[in-house]
């Protein structure tokens, strides 16, 4: 189960997502990213803070927009991942491909 | 064949018995009349009546009451056709005294004495031809209450047979009593005239028809056989008279009774046969939609049968059916009304700005009749609609025309809103059954992916000169993406891959299949680990979609040169466990999984790593499936814990290794049911 929190701050929009990423919650991932893209948000930051776990679905959502943001120009920032969330994007080389921080503020300074 | 026989025989022995009858009473009257002592006993006569009406009774016993096949307008049919031989018996008798005229013989007592006979004989057997019918017809809904009764009245009858036979002193006072009490259970019973609703609008007729002719002839028959009773007069002395007869009486009185409260009921029943009939009918059609689910392959004949008995049950003179849904694909159902009249007739009503008419959302039956008034050129001028939901959702509409101005009235209104919800549960448990058709499909389906991925596991694994291999993988109930192989190159080289596909099911067999064959055509030509993890990208861009990767980790072992070179490629890191400085640890490098990086650039993101190996080392490689083992703390197994499992039996063989760690893993969770997908592949290497 994921709940996803959504609010803006500084012309950036901000998803806290708090809880578990399975495969079936990955879309509700996907439906908010792809809602924030659509709306033309350029800065979005993804709080990770509260998010326990991720599976490889997970992973797979947010994969599949790295390309679609380096081709219109959009900054993604997670920050805040515990250290076993942290560790999964490590795993797959997602931090390799991701802009990944560990506090808000210094997503802040990437956008 | 039994019963026939058993008919044949009771029928010729009342026969029989009529004849005795009619010699003994006979020859005692004109014994009496010659101032003779009579040979035979008076009371004979009697007894031999008695069983004659007892011999009759069993006669249309089973005759009329074991028949089955019978209906009602059958039964009332075999006792007019009863009724209809005995009055023309005894007019044929009457003509041919009319013939041979006023003589001597006709006024002769014996000879009126006989013609009473006759036609006693044949009241008896018209009366209790009728008593079974109506036995049938009154039992038809039974309770137990009504069965008792019947029983008592039926024994009492038969008891008063032997009181008849023999004439008691001590009863004869009880006389008008016992007859009175016979009339009025009689009466009583004539009350169930439950059948008579069962007739429709032509039976009835036909049964009014019927009753009223045996009135008729029973009316004929007691006159007949009374006024030959009073014409013998004193002369009858000794001989059988049916007027004191109690069971006859009796008999008279209940058979006329019921014959004309039926005749009645029926004939005050006839207007509303057909708020009857029509009742039936909604039950039928009702029944009809209900199970259309079972008995129709699609939807649309439910539709159809929903539109059809609408129409018909309220005498609508056309109809049509809108599906209109979000989700459904939109469609229209007519009767009797052309496509353009019903389309015409919701332009004008949208156009008049009705709310929540002919379209979505409306959430009760609407009387549209007063908009219909407006509309010119169309010969409508009732018009209800009803909503149709399937799971709350409003899926279309019902709409039914009348050319009458007020043609639908409150009772039809509820029938058809009732029609509509029975529908819509209809077509709900179509889609139900849809659905679970589909899961059983699905299910199929995973079982033959499980096992094309069991087959793409290798069934040995290759060994080499100097290490050991083994490996083991197993699925939750999903269809797992785990993969492992080994190909030997030549003498001294062999590649070893491990991978996880992400995602579940037939889709990741299909991945795995495609890893398998791109691990068996690249590793063949001794390519270096990061080379293959560039081409098996390149290779896998074009078939994974958008969101799916494969993670995996290529080795090349030499053991020639105690060499192992490999790539990691977004998989979970190598535990090795390294005798010489005897510690285990993870292999730190640096790897993005396959199909991340959908282009060339994707050699940035890979590393190719070597080292060398001394004998006793061990190299174990898994899936994230162990490490998120979780325990019923929620805690994973994680990498901590199973490093210190492969410390502990690090000198095992590689079989006992995997033994034991998956061992432990159970332990761990506490439970033999896995929910994700187990691979272990460890290799060990000796001298």
């Known amino acids: 189960m994921i709940h996803i929190k959504r609010l803006q701050e500084d012309g950036a929009d901000v998803l806290a997502l708090v809880g578990e990423i399975d495969a079936s919650s990955s879309i509700d991932l996907d439906l908010a990213i792809a809602r924030s893209v659509g709306e033309g948000f350029t800065k979005i930051l993804i709080d990770c803070s509260a998010l326990e776990y991720i599976s490889s679905a997970g992973l797979g959502v947010f994969m599949s927009y790295i390309e679609e943001c380096k081709e219109k120009n959009i900054s993604m920032v997670l920050f805040g991942m515990n250290k076993n969330v942290a560790n999964t994007f490590e795993i797959l080389g997602l931090n390799e491909l991701l802009q990944i921080t560990a506090t808000k503020a210094e997503a802040k300074q990437k956008l | ?687």
């Open chain 2, 1 to 687: 064949m039994r019963t026939k026989a058993i008919t044949r025989l009771l029928f010729t022995l009342a026969i029989l018995m009529w004849l005795a009858l009619v010699f003994t009473d006979l020859s005692i009257s004109f014994s009496i009349s010659n101032g003779l002592r009579p040979e035979i006993a008076t009371w004979v006569p009697k007894v031999i009546l008695n069983i004659y009406i007892v011999l009759l009774f069993y006669y249309y016993r089973f005759k009329i009451e074991r028949d089955e096949s019978l209906n009602f307008i059958d039964l009332l049919w075999r006792v007019f056709a009863t009724g209809l031989i005995a009055t023309v018996l005894s007019l044929v008798i009457r003509f041919l005294e009319y013939l041979i005229g006023g003589t001597k013989l006709t006024s002769h007592f014996l000879y009126q004495e006989f013609t009473y006979l006759i036609n006693l004989g044949l009241m008896v057997s018209v009366l209790l031809c009728a008593f079974m019918a109506w036995k049938r017809l009154i039992l038809y809904q039974k309770s137990k209450w009504l069965i008792r009764l019947w029983i008592a009245f039926e024994y009492g009858m038969m008891i008063s047979l032997i009181y008849n036979s023999f004439s008691f002193p001590f009863v004869a006072r009880y006389y008008e009593f016992i007859l009175g009490a016979f009339v009025l259970v009689g009466l009583v019973l004539s009350g169930n005239m439950k059948w008579v609703a069962y007739l429709n609008f032509r039976q009835k007729w036909t049964g009014l028809l019927l009753l009223l002719l045996t009135i008729f002839y029973l009316f004929y028959i007691f006159l007949t056989s009374g006024s030959i009773i009073n014409s013998l007069g004193d002369q009858h002395t000794v001989g059988i008279d049916h007027t004191y007869h109690i069971f006859i009486l009796s008999l008279m009185i209940f058979v006329s009774i019921y014959s004309i409260f039926s005749f009645l009921v029926i004939l005050f029943n006839l207007p509303t046969t057909s708020v009857f009939e029509q009742k039936l009918e909604e039950v039928v059609n009702f029944q009809r939609i209900s199970q259309s689910i079972q008995t129709e392959q699609n939807e649309e004949s439910v539709y159809n049968i929903l539109l059809e008995t609408s129409v018909s049950t309220v005498f609508a003179d056309a109809g049509w059916l809108e599906i209109t849904g979000d989700r459904e694909q939109h469609r229209v159902y007519t009767y009797e009304i052309t496509d353009k009249e019903a389309s015409d007739i919701i332009e004008h009503l949208a156009k008049r700005n009705v709310r929540g008419l002919l379209e979505q959302n409306q959430d009760k039956t609407r009387n549209l009749s007063k908009h219909l008034a407006t509309l010119k050129g169309s010969r409508f001028r009732s018009i209800l609609a009803y909503p149709i939901y399937v799971k709350g959702e409003n899926i279309g509409t019902l709409a039914l025309l009348k050319e009458l101005p007020e043609g639908f009235n409150k009772e039809m209104n509820k029938i058809v809103s009732t029609f509509a919800n029975q529908a819509g549960i209809s077509i709900e448990n179509f889609r139900l059954m849809e659905e679970a058709l589909q899961n059983e499909r699905y299910k199929e389906e995973l079982k033959i992916a499980k096992t094309v991925q069991k087959s793409l596991l290798p069934q040995v694994l290759e060994q080499g000169q100097d290490f050991e291999v083994a490996a083991f993988s197993e699925s939750a109930d999903e269809v797992g993406g785990d993969y492992y192989d080994t190909l030997k190159i030549n003498d001294h080289q062999t590649a070893l891959i491990i991978a996880d596909v992400s995602g579940k099911g037939t889709t990741a067999a299909f991945h795995m299949s495609q890893m398998k064959g791109i691990f068996h055509s690249l590793a063949q030509g001794c390519i270096d680990p990061n080379e293959f993890m560039l081409r098996a990208n390149q290779a896998l861009i074009h078939c994974l979609e958008r969101g799916s990767f494969i993670s995996a980790i290529f080795f090349l072992i030499d053991s020639q040169q105690k060499l192992v070179k490999y790539a990691r490629a977004g998989h979970c890191p190598i535990l090795y466990y390294n005798k010489t400085e005897d510690r285990a640890f993870y292999l730190k490098d640096k790897g993005v999984a396959l199909g991340m990086v959908r282009n060339k650039s994707y050699q940035d993101f890979i590393q190719q790593k070597e080292f060398t190996y001394k004998p006793g080392d061990v190299m174990l490689m898994f899936t994230d499936g162990i490490t998120e083992a979780k325990n019923q703390r929620n805690e994973q197994f994680g990498n901590d814990r199973l490093a210190e499992v492969l410390y502990d039996v690090k000198t095992e063989s590689p079989r006992k290794i995997q033994e034991r760690l998956i061992s432990r893993l159970y332990e761990f969770s506490g439970t033999d049911n896995i929910d994700d997908d187990y691979t272990t592949l460890i290799v060990r290497f000796k001298n």
